[in-house]
């Protein structure tokens, strides 16, 4: 665990990323991400996991990896977890692992969405969460730009979900972001140092390696 950072990796990162780098949802090139620099240019970087890359037969493949992680991670409170969805909603991976669980501890799923600009837990969804410890499924740390915003609005609105605490597993997490606030407990499936860029000191840029347009 890296106390430092409040973050605790699966001691299978690296079998993990070779997973996916097998499957073809690990990009190398120079891309455009959706974090920005406090000029308010968007960052650049020569690393991207794309997730949504992956074929219903590879998301099979990789839920009973989450599984184990989860069973090890959350065996003290596997009875008390509910599944959330942020970045990977729009995939069939994260329901498929809350489908498995569902089966094995009778773990529930709910779901995010915006509104009125606000990324969040609403209605009927947030009913399913009372009593319960949310544990939001993301499939990158890039620069946890919708994970601060989710978790502060979870945050300023913990008594009235009725929940009892909140986790977040990525199944990568870049080594040079870190979520340090608010403090939560923040897990990953893989970690790997890839660094994103002004684009005045991009290395691709100056190489002239053209780019990639790609905000989540």
Do not use: W
């Not at 499939?139 to 929940?163: M, W």
């Amino acid at each position: 665990m890296n106390s430092a950072h409040n973050l605790i990796v699966s001691p299978h990162s690296e079998s993990f990323l070779q997973t996916l780098e097998s499957f073809g949802a690990v990009e190398r090139g120079h891309f455009e991400v959706k974090g920005k620099a406090e000029d308010g240019t968007r960052l650049h970087t020569d690393f991207f996991v794309n997730y949504r890359l992956l074929t219903t037969a590879q998301e099979k493949i990789l839920t009973p990896l989450y599984i184990s992680a989860l069973e090890n991670f959350f065996s003290h409170r596997l009875q008390n977890l509910i599944i959330v969805g942020v970045a990977m909603g729009s995939l069939s991976l994260p329901k498929v692992i809350q489908l498995s669980l569902f089966e094995k501890y009778g773990i529930e799923y709910a779901y995010t969405e915006k509104r009125e600009g606000i990324l969040g837990i609403f209605g009927e969804q947030a009913k399913k969460c009372s009593g319960k410890h949310l544990l939001f499924l993301e499939d990158v740390c890039n620069n946890a730009t919708s994970s601060k915003e989710l978790i502060a609005e979870v945050e300023s609105k913990k008594t009235q979900l009725g929940i009892t605490g909140y986790s977040i597993l990525y199944g990568v997490h870049r080594g040079h972001a870190f979520l340090d606030e608010p403090k939560g407990e923040i897990y990953a499936m893989s970690m790997v140092y890839a660094p994103s860029y002004h684009k005045n000191n991009c290395p691709a840029c100056k190489n002239g390696v053209l780019l990639r347009e790609y905000k989540k």
